[in-house]
């Protein structure tokens, strides 16, 4: 099936600092979510694109859409602790035996007060 | 409040018992999808459901079963359970071109 890999696997910053992460396909597709999994909760959706090169922020967090639908990045600036927990990307496509969404396997991220 | 419940929140199980997890939602959604969370592995999908009285096989379908009781609710059995199916299973809704919404897991533990 398809993949998307998504880097890094897991990061250790201090509180204030800036973070980046991104996500890869070997495929074009036309719809990018960035979701965030809260220890012991299921994943939030926290951002959706759907055009290429689109730049979309939601408080401190932005995300862009690559201009060749093959990646995205989601930044975080000025961390504080309750940014920790595993941020996946995500995409839409339709059919096959993933299912309608697609997910990438996450970026795990601690933060030190 | 709107939203995706799931029960039981934990669960052990001896190797060879049964169990239903059960998933129930208010939000009108066509969509249901059963998924399980491994370390290291992201979310991958056992079975979905596009709509009421359908449901197909995901992408780790093997020792599992699906109902579609109705609308609100889609059930995931397991009928002979093994360590290997220890993991974190998410329940989750979508009206089938946005985004997902998902429980907060059942936590399995078969020993």
């Known amino acids: 099936g398809q993949q998307l890999n998504q880097s890094p696997q897991s990061m250790f910053i201090q509180e204030g600092e800036d973070v980046s992460m991104n996500c890869t396909s070997s495929s074009i597709f036309n719809t990018w979510l960035w979701y965030k999994q809260d220890p012991g909760e299921g994943p939030v959706l926290l951002i959706a694109?759907?055009?290429?090169?689109e730049l979309t922020s939601n408080g401190r967090l932005t995300a862009q859409f690559g201009i060749t639908r093959k990646d995205s990045f989601l930044n975080i600036s000025a961390s504080i602790p309750s940014d920790v927990g595993i941020y996946f990307c995500?995409?839409?496509?339709?059919?096959?035996?993933?299912?309608?969404?697609?997910f990438g396997k996450g970026t795990k991220l601690s933060v030190k007060p | 409040n709107a939203g995706v419940t799931q029960t039981p929140k934990f669960q052990v199980l001896k190797t060879g018992q049964s169990m239903t997890l059960q998933c129930a939602q208010d939000m009108n959604h066509n969509s249901m999808y059963w998924y399980r969370q491994d370390p290291g592995m992201g979310l991958r999908l056992i079975y979905y459901s596009a709509s009421e009285g359908t449901t197909d096989k995901g992408e780790v379908p093997n020792g599992y079963n699906v109902s579609r009781l109705n609308k609100r609710e889609f059930s995931l059995r397991l009928e002979s359970a093994a360590p290997s199916q220890t993991s974190v299973y998410f329940c989750?809704?979508?009206?089938?071109?946005?985004?997902?919404?998902f429980g907060s897991g059942t936590r399995l533990t078969v020993v």
């Open positions: 989750a809704t979508s009206t089938g071109s946005f985004g997902y919404t």
């Open positions: 694109l759907y055009k290429a090169g």
């Open positions: 995500a995409v839409l496509n339709y059919g096959g035996s993933q299912g309608n969404l697609i």
